[in-house]
Structure formats: structure tokens, C-alpha cells
């Protein structure tokens, strides 16, 4: 196993790799009403980007964790820079408010170590920026505000230096179904709606 570091990453044969190896992680990701999913000319246009860190875990020949980190939070379209000027500006004045775009991981390889191996390189870059780094978790990986995968994260930042997890902001998807409910249900919708407030239907 070895780790390889890339920035504006120009061998055009070694990205066409790494999209297929990203599709094919992202496929077995469950299943969910939102996708982080990038299209290929979004993956290229990252990978070539010259504040984009990208990392990548190789067993022999074939790639097995992948992870990019922004280091310009601008040039994302995943991050409000407003939101950090306004709670972090002086992280933001100096370029160190960093974003975890994706972390993907081969689902047919025992990994044996290659995610803890993974963070020891690349969050001890972020270490040694003293950066705010961000990363955000669909809910099958962060059912809740305590543990989960957030947990995990901060203990791989502890082994390369101090550091506390700062909580910043959930989200739901929520739908409103203007669909019929009960396909057998005769009455019309607004007696439904009367019923469900507590008003007899008239």
C-alpha cells in the first residue's frame, strides 16, 4: 500500500482511472433522496484545480481510498464563503477554512488500514495549516449530533494534533406529496384537509 498526493492533476490516463474507481464507489453508496455525486467534467475540473488537494490510496496498481479537500472554499459550490466570512473571518482572510469535497472508498477491497493511513497524511497537512476544516455526512453515516462518523473523524484528527469538532449546521429533506393519499378515499381534498385540522367536514 502507498499514498499518492495530486494537485492539477494533468495525465489525462490516470484520471480516466480515478472516475471509474469514484462511479463505482459512489454506486454502492446507499441509496438517497440527494446525490454528491459529480459529473465528469465537474471530477475534471477538480482535479485540476491548483487549490485542490486529492489523495489517493493504492493497493499495487488499483486505487482503493480517494479523498479531494478545497482549499479555496470559493471555488466549490458546496459551501457558503458568506457564512464563513461572518463566524471565521480571520481563517477566511487567510485561506484556511478547507472543505472535504468527497471520500470515496473501494467497496470490493479489505482496506486494512488505508482509511487510518489515509487521514494521518492528509489531515496532517491540515494540521499543519492550523485549517477549519469542513466536511459534511448524509444521515445513514450521522443519525444523530453525538458519535457516528463525526466521532470517527475527530479521533483520526487526534492523532496528528490537537483539535475539537465544531458542529456548524443539519439538514432534512423534507416533500409535500400533492398526491392522493388513499387511492380509494372519495372525498375530495379540502374535506380532508377540514378533518386533519379538527373542522367537521360540510
Known amino acids: 500500500m502507498f499514498i499518492t498526493r495530486h494537485t492539477r492533476l494533468g495525465d489525462v490516463a490516470l484520471r480516466d482511472r480515478l472516475w471509474e474507481f469514484y462511479r463505482r464507489a459512489y454506486a454502492n453508496n446507499p441509496l438517497l433522496p440527494f446525490t454528491e455525486l459529480v459529473n465528469r467534467s465537474e471530477f475534471d475540473e477538480a482535479l485540476l484545480h491548483s487549490t485542490n488537494r486529492v489523495w489517493v490510496v493504492w493497493e499495487n496498481d488499483r486505487p482503493t481510498v480517494m479523498t479531494l479537500i478545497a482549499t479555496d472554499i470559493t471555488s466549490t459550490r458546496w459551501l457558503n464563503p458568506d457564512y464563513f466570512r461572518k463566524h471565521h473571518p480571520e481563517r477566511m482572510r487567510k485561506g484556511l477554512v478547507h472543505y472535504v469535497m468527497w471520500v470515496v472508498v473501494d467497496p470490493d477491497v479489505e482496506l486494512r488500514g488505508a482509511n487510518i493511513a489515509l487521514a494521518k497524511e492528509a489531515l496532517a497537512a491540515e494540521a499543519r495549516d492550523g485549517a ?54 372519495t372525498k375530495p381534498h379540502g374535506d380532508n384537509m377540514k378533518e386533519a385540522m379538527g373542522t367537521p367536514a360540510t
Open 132 to 185: 477549519l476544516l469542513v466536511f459534511d455526512l448524509p444521515e445513514s453515516k450521522q443519525p444523530s449530533d453525538e458519535g457516528g462518523a463525526a466521532e470517527l473523524m475527530l479521533r483520526m484528527g487526534r492523532m496528528v494534533g490537537e483539535v475539537q469538532l465544531v458542529p456548524l449546521a443539519a439538514q432534512r429533506f423534507f416533500a409535500l406529496d400533492f398526491a392522493r393519499l388513499d387511492a380509494d378515499d
